[in-house]
């Protein structure tokens, strides 16, 4: 059974930063691409960001492109997001996200995962 486990939400000042982990398990990590997505309120879960199996390739949403990075470490099964220059539009549940497959045939799809964690709150504040 495939667990992720967010951890590193709160609440930050606008143009502050944080970082999100997400623990992955139940599988051999580095064989699957990993995501981010982010849902506010009313609205419908959106992609934020994706990495590759092997961590070379990265794909952002335009809203958080030169702001957030992605990264993995796949030594210890995390997936992580560096978030700087936060705005109060980031304000939102921040979502870790995996595949059920080993193909991916759109990182920006969120029913292209099969996996997610529990989430965890942003809170940007003006």
């Known amino acids: 059974q495939v667990q992720l486990v967010e951890s590193g939400g709160g609440l930050v000042e606008a143009g502050g930063s944080l970082r999100l982990s997400c623990a992955a398990s139940?599988?051999?990590?580095?064989?699957?691409?990993m995501g981010w997505f982010r849902q506010c309120p009313g609205k419908e879960r959106e992609f934020v960001a994706a990495i590759s199996r092997s961590g070379i390739s990265t794909y952002y949403a335009d809203s958080v492109k030169g702001r957030f990075t992605i990264s993995r470490d796949n030594a210890k099964n995390t997936v992580y997001l560096q978030m700087n220059s936060l705005k109060p539009e980031d304000t939102a549940v921040y979502y870790c996200a995996a595949p059920g497959r080993q193909y991916v045939g759109s990182y920006y799809d969120k029913l292209q995962y099969q996996y997610w964690g529990q989430g965890t709150q942003i809170t940007v504040s003006s």
């Open positions: 139940g599988r051999t990590f580095s064989n699957y691409a």
